[in-house]
């Protein structure tokens, strides 16, 4: 039910750079834990040699049923052998963004930003995941999670930057940007 992303010292993803994008950075940690977990101890206290982030796989907010339909078949899961790159942006929006209504975000986030439109073309070489977490009382609101090989990683730098120029990004108040390789046993 939880996942959480433990930057620290041991995990399964060496990370190669935290750069804060918007807002109050995160410590830099030599490695990223991903572990999933059917309780967690609230409050996350902060930690100097390490940082936690903790959030759920929730229900669609804003997803239509097309779009679901199209997402479904054409995206690709988490785990892949090949998917070796992944990112981690975890994201805070503003007072003014949760002061707006369901509708009125949905059409910033959908109608005004594409969000989901101009997405799609980078699936399936981009696996994603969301993760909720504004109502766990962290830093963030959201943990956004990525996979993919590092043959695609220029796609995914033009994704990001392509959503970071949207009127839904104006919202954004904390955002950091969290990038690992998956550490790969040999022998
Ligand atoms: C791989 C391409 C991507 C696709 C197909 C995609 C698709 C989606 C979809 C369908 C949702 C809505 C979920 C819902 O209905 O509640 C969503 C939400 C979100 N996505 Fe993306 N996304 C992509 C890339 C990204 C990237 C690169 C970021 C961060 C830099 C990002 C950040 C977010 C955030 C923060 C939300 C939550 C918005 C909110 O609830 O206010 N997405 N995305």
């Not at 959201?142 to 959503?163: N, Q």
């Amino acid at each position: 039910m939880f996942r959480t992303f433990r930057g620290g010292q041991s995990g399964g993803w060496r990370i190669t750079s935290i750069s804060p994008v918007t807002g109050e950075p995160l410590a830099f940690m030599p490695t990223l834990s991903v572990t999933d977990s059917e309780a967690i101890a609230l409050p996350l206290v902060p930690s100097r040699n390490a940082w936690r982030l903790v959030g759920v796989a929730s229900s669609l907010r804003y997803t239509e049923r097309p779009e679901k339909q199209h997402l479904t078949s054409v995206q690709a899961g988490l785990g892949r052998l090949e998917a070796t790159s992944g990112a981690l942006i975890p994201i805070r929006k503003s007072q003014a963004w949760w002061d707006l209504t369901q509708e009125e975000r949905r059409r910033i986030f959908e109608d005004k930003s594409h969000h989901i439109a101009n997405s799609l073309r980078f699936l399936p070489a981009i696996a994603r995941q969301l993760y909720h977490c504004r109502d766990l009382g962290g830093p963030f609101d959201f943990l956004t999670w990525f996979e993919f090989a590092p043959a695609h990683a220029s796609l995914f730098e033009e994704l990001v930057a392509m959503l970071r120029r949207t009127e839904e990004w104006s919202y954004v108040e904390r955002e950091v940007d969290v990038r690992a390789v998956k550490e790969v046993l040999s022998g």
